[in-house]
């Protein structure tokens, strides 16, 4: 019974302590003003072929043409968004072993 008592307990501050470190990481700033953003997801490729979806982005890269926008940037992954990078690199006319295990 002490054993568990003591097995709880120290759970318990685990938690606590675990609660609290996220709580701080509410706290921390990024590096970039945060405010005033606007994620807009775009898939340029469902236009079709690869040179309109270039020029989709470069008309989406011009803040000038939209009034009360100061800054546009482009990124594979969303900022913030909890993603990870799982993209693999292929090279044509080569095929990869199959690992064994």
């Not at 307990?9 to 953003?37: C, D, H, M, V, Y």
């Not at 000038?64 to 044509?92: C, F, I, K, Y």
Request: glycine share 8%.
């Amino acid at each position: 019974m002490v054993a568990q008592v003591s097995l709880s307990l120290l759970l318990l501050i685990a938690a606590g302590l675990f609660i609290r470190s996220l709580k701080n990481l509410q706290g921390i700033r990024p590096g970039f003003e945060t405010r005033s953003l606007l994620p807009s997801p775009v898939n340029p490729t469902l236009n079709g072929t690869n040179a309109s979806a270039f020029a989709i982005l470069r008309q989406l890269t011009r803040p000038q043409r939209t009034p009360g926008v100061n800054a546009v940037t482009l990124a594979v992954m969303p900022l913030l968004d909890g993603n990870e990078w799982d993209s693999t690199v292929t090279v044509e006319g080569y095929t990869a072993r199959k690992a064994s295990g």
